[in-house]
Nanobody, 122 residues
C-alpha cells in the first residue's frame, strides 16, 4: 500500500520561503509521476506543479511559475516543493499525490497525502 506524507508547512510572512517535502512509502514498482495540489478555504482543489517519474518532465501553474520549484529524489523516495516569494494568496492546504500518468487533473491521482497547511500572513 503506497502512502504519502507531507511536511514542511507553517506560517510565513509575505515574501518568505518554505520547502515542503512528500515522503513516499510502500512503493513496490517504478517511481510514480507526482504532483502538488492545494486547496484554500471555500475554493476547489487546484493544480500547483507536477514532475515526471524521472524528474525530467515538469509543469507549473501560471500562478506559481517563477516562484516555486518542484524536485524529487527517487533514491530517498521524496518529492519537494521549494516555495519562494510567497504571497497571501498562496495560503492553502498543500497535498502531494501520485499517479500512473502525470496530469493536472486531481481525479487522475490514485494516492494522496493528508496535506500540510501553508499560511502566508503578516
Amino acid at each position: 500500500q503506497v502512502q504519502l506524507r507531507e511536511s514542511g508547512g507553517g506560517v510565513v510572512q509575505p515574501g518568505g520561503s518554505l520547502k515542503l517535502s512528500c515522503v513516499v512509502s510502500g512503493r513496490t514498482t517504478s517511481p510514480y509521476p507526482m504532483a502538488w495540489f492545494r486547496q484554500a478555504p471555500g475554493k476547489e482543489r487546484e493544480f500547483v506543479s507536477l514532475i515526471g517519474w524521472g524528474g525530467n518532465s515538469i509543469e507549473y501553474a501560471n500562478s506559481v511559475k517563477g516562484r516555486f520549484t518542484i524536485s524529487r529524489d527517487n533514491n530517498k523516495d521524496i518529492m519537494y516543493l521549494q516555495m519562494d516569494s510567497l504571497k497571501p494568496e498562496d495560503t492553502a492546504i498543500y497535498s502531494c499525490a501520485a499517479a500512473q500518468t502525470a496530469t493536472r487533473n486531481p481525479n487522475d491521482y490514485n494516492y494522496w497525502g493528508q496535506g500540510t497547511q501553508v499560511t502566508v500572513s503578516s
